[in-house]
């Protein structure tokens, strides 16, 4: 067949409807020049510091900020419709904790997993009577089979006995940050580039714990020259010791300085005040 003919025969016609993948591309989940599941082992990242200490400081500054509804006017200008039935329903969203709990569950999940969701409740009549907080990790949003559908309803899997249901995409409001391209039904974590740096964070942190996991006899370095005793008393788990530790010191040679635990601490973490008098 001449190729110039083969060319021609190509038929190209425009869309009349979008058609979306019924299944998320798996490309782009394995990091680059490495085979170690860095995101596994991270997990939700609820014990690192790195991540809970900056997200805490948005759940703090959130409430700090007015939520309003508005309508605008024929001239352009807006007027805050203050006692708007949505605003009531966020400030009270179900009879177990406040709208400040409820964005700051959002916000928890918006940044670690670039997606936010609350579960609607209806009343009698249809209209939206209670709003709840889901983990990200319980809702799914799928289309259809087919891919005529981008969203068709939401998989929610609760856990702890509980039988995954649908949910309509009516009856759930989904926090995205921008679009994930693997999955354009979802938000692109923010924390994703940032992985690896925060797997060396955690795992830094349970080497140097694991160093000062001493016991009985332990002798432990004092970071300063003293010349005298200035331990008062030594405590486990906030209650006092019977048995003080041995504390050595010298004024001149800093390798001498030196406390040993007397004290049967069972392989416990230990935390080593120092207190210098003058």
């Known amino acids: 067949m001449n190729p110039m003919t083969a060319a021609k025969s190509i038929v190209v016609k425009a869309f009349t409807a979008m058609l979306h993948p019924s299944r998320p591309s798996w490309w782009g989940h394995t990091m680059r020049r490495t085979r170690f599941d860095y995101r596994r082992e991270v997990g939700d990242m609820l014990d690192s510091s790195v991540v809970t200490a900056p997200i805490q400081w948005l759940q703090r500054a959130l409430p700090e900020a007015r939520l309003a509804v508005t309508r605008r006017k ?27 709990a409820l964005w700051a569950a959002t916000i928890l999940s918006l940044c670690t997993a670039g997606n936010g969701y609350w579960i609607k409740v209806r009343n009698g009549y249809g209209r939206p009577a209670e709003l709840w907080y889901v983990p990200h990790w319980t809702m799914k949003p799928e289309g259809s089979r087919d891919g005529s559908v981008f969203l068709s309803h939401y998989r929610y899997s609760p856990g702890g006995g509980v039988a995954p249901t649908n949910i309509a995409p009516e009856d759930v409001v989904h926090f995205r940050h921008g679009i994930d391209p693997r999955d354009p039904r979802l938000g692109l974590p923010p924390l994703d580039g940032a992985i690896r740096e925060i797997f060396v964070d955690l795992e830094s942190s349970n080497f140097v714990a694991s160093l000062i996991r001493v016991g009985t006899g332990a002798k432990l370095g004092l970071p300063v020259c003293l010349d005298r005793n200035t331990v008062v008393a030594a405590f486990l788990g906030g209650a006092r010791e019977a048995v003080a530790p041995t504390v050595v010191v010298d004024a001149d040679e800093l390798e001498k300085n030196t406390v040993t635990l007397n004290s049967a601490l069972n392989g416990s973490a230990v935390i080593v005040d120092l207190y210098e008098t003058h």
């Open 74 to 100: 024929q001239d352009g200008s807006r007027d805050d419709l203050l006692d708007h039935p949505m605003l009531a329903l966020i400030q009270r969203p179900n009879p177990y904790y406040d709208d400040v």
